[in-house]
């Protein structure tokens, strides 16, 4: 088990994007160990549960994590962008040590808290070393790019995704959720090749990237992380395809992670998972050998 990073020591708490459909009945290994970086037992979670219609949602969420020890959880009722002005939900986002941002609709979520302080003291606290996990809409906005909509497809095409801001917790990675269930492979690769710089993440239901402060991720749950690179592309037709055409990108890299796998962000490299790491370590790398 890591230690909660609930102390300001220089490093940004852990982003956990969940695909979305987690368990909430049986393990909750994803909200497990959400609770445990956060402090369990002294735990604060901040819940927002703006992206989701459902009145049931903050509470439910507020069950979960009380169940699983949390020492105290409240949610936010963000409905409207003057709501995020309001200073009691300030205060109670300055002393969170988690952070927890529902599911429903990204473009919804965007609209509501992008450019408001809610928004400002989420990326503050995450700098500071708290942890923001989010599902599904919730996953989508934590990079600098969100993927806002567009059609499942296997192959990539030009227009078969649409892109908004998201709050920033990230400039490295862009992802997209729900992955293998609802067949986005396709509008993942499309994303990706606007902005090769940036490494898509496919997060399947029930499963979560925790991306540590050293970026490095690892995947806890019951399906996969796809994980696309770019950055070494030697060809693409998107900068002159047609609407809708089908789009080639030469030189892509595509590595398929279940539980207990890492990835390291900043190398752009996988590794198979090792009993024997804590949550988000790497092995010691000296020259060509590795511990």
């Known amino acids: 088990m890591c230690p909660a990073p609930i102390e300001d020591d220089g490093k940004r708490g852990f982003i956990i994007p969940i695909g979305g459909g987690e368990d909430r009945v049986k393990e909750m290994a994803i909200h497990r160990k959400?609770?445990?970086?956060?402090?369990?037992?002294?735990?604060?979670?901040?819940?927002?549960?703006?992206?989701?219609?459902?009145?049931?949602?903050?509470p439910d969420y507020h069950r979960i994590f009380s169940e699983l020890g949390a020492g105290k959880v409240e949610f936010l009722p963000i409905a409207q962008r003057s709501d995020c002005d309001n200073p009691e939900f300030s205060e109670m986002l300055d002393n969170a040590t988690g952070i927890f941002i529902t599911g429903g609709n990204q473009l919804r979520l965007s609209a509501i808290l992008g450019g408001t302080l809610v928004a400002q003291r989420i990326r503050r606290r995450n700098a500071a070393g708290v942890p923001v996990a989010g599902t599904s809409a919730g996953a989508s906005i934590m990079s600098e790019h969100m993927v806002a909509g567009g059609s499942g497809s296997t192959a990539p095409a030009e227009g078969n995704v649409t892109l908004a801001p998201g709050i920033g917790l990230t400039n490295a990675v862009i992802i997209d959720q729900h992955f293998t269930q609802r067949n986005r492979l396709g509008r993942l690769l499309t994303a990706s090749s606007y902005n090769p710089f940036l490494i898509g993440l496919g997060i399947d239901e029930d499963t979560a990237a925790f991306i540590g402060p050293e970026n490095v991720l690892e995947v806890v749950g019951s399906g996969t992380v796809t994980v696309v690179d770019a950055s070494q592309l030697t060809h693409s037709s998107m900068w002159d395809a047609r609407p809708g055409e089908a789009l080639s990108l030469l030189g892509l890299r595509l590595d398929v992670l279940n539980e207990g796998c890492r990835y390291d962000l900043t190398a752009h490299m996988a590794y198979p998972p090792d009993e024997h790491l804590a949550l988000c370590a790497l092995p010691v790398t000296d020259g060509d050998n590795t511990a």
């Open 34 to 58: 959400f609770v445990e970086l956060s402090g369990g037992p002294d735990a604060d979670i901040v819940v927002i549960p703006t992206a989701s219609m459902l009145e049931e949602t903050g």
